[in-house]
C-alpha cells in the first residue's frame, strides 16, 4: 500500500514516486492494481495516475496511465472508495502490442509512442525488456484538460500485482547409444533435446526454459591395425569425435 498526496500540481505536470527492483513479468498474464484518489478541487478524470515500469524511468519503459474518478468525501461505499474505473487490469501483450505497433510505424525509439486501450493510455519508449524490469514508478499527473489550472490530490495504491502465467507445455529427452563392432571400433553417440516452456517439479515459473536446445555427440574408437595382416606388427589406434549444439531462443 502507497499513499501519494501532491499539492498545486501544475498544469502538464507530474510526481511520482519509484522503487528500483528486479522483475521478470513475461510468463505472466496481467498486470493489476487498485486505486483511490480524493481532492477538493478537482473533479473525475481532471487528474490521472500513472504506472511505469522499465529498465530505467527516462529512456526504456512503459506506462499505463488511467484518468481518476475522485471518491465523494465522507462516503463510505466500498465500490466509490475503489472505484472499478481507477483500477489498472491489464493483458501484459496488449502493452507489448503498443512496442510492435511503433515498431511497425517505424517512430523514433526515443519519442514516446502512446496508444488508447479502454480507458488506459498506455505508452512506450526505448527498448523496455519486460524480462528484466528494474524500475517501478508510480504517480499521479494533472494533464491540464480544458484550460484548467493547479490541483491538489491525494491517491492510494494498493496491491500491485501480476496475475495469471502462460500454460504452455515443455519436454525434454535424452538418447544414448554405445555400439562394438567385433573387436575392431567402439561407437558412442548421445543426443540431448529440451523445448521452450520445460522445467523441473522444483523450478520456478521465471526459471522455466526460454530457449529451445538440441545437442548431440559422436566419438568412435577404432583399431585400425586390426584390418591388416597381423604379419606388419604395427599398432594403429584411431580416434574421431564430432559434437554439435544449438539453440532457438524463443524471443528476440
Known sequence: SLRVCVEDLQARD??????????????????????????????????????????????????????????????????????????IDIAIQEIVGVKVERDNNRVPLNLPFSQT?????????????????????????????????????????????????????????????????????VVSASIRHNSIGFGGLETRLSQRSRTATTQYDISTNVDIHKLLPEGLGVSIPFYFSIENSSTRPQYD
Open 14 to 87: 507530474a510526481r511520482a514516486v519509484f522503487k528500483n527492483v528486479t522483475l521478470d513479468l513475461v510468463q505472466f498474464e496481467r498486470i493489476k492494481m487498485f486505486l483511490h484518489a480524493d481532492s477538493e478541487d478537482a473533479i473525475d478524470g481532471e487528474i490521472t495516475a500513472f504506472l511505469r515500469l522499465g529498465t530505467d524511468f527516462t529512456e526504456n519503459y512503459y506506462e499505463i496511465e488511467v484518468p481518476l474518478t475522485i471518491t465523494p468525501k465522507g462516503t463510505r461505499d466500498p465500490r466509490l472508495i475503489w472505484p472499478l474505473e481507477n483500477e
Open 117 to 185: 486501450i479502454r480507458q488506459y493510455k498506455v505508452t512506450v519508449v526505448g527498448r523496455p525488456e519486460l524480462s528484466q524490469s528494474q524500475t517501478t514508478m508510480i504517480g499521479v499527473r494533472n494533464p491540464g484538460l480544458n484550460g484548467g489550472g493547479s490541483r491538489s490530490v491525494c491517491i492510494w495504491v494498493n496491491e500491485l500485482r501480476v496475475t495469471g502465467f502462460t500454460k504452455s507445455n515443455g519436454w525434454a529427452a535424452n538418447a544414448l547409444i554405445n555400439a562394438k563392432i567385433a573387436d575392431v571400433a
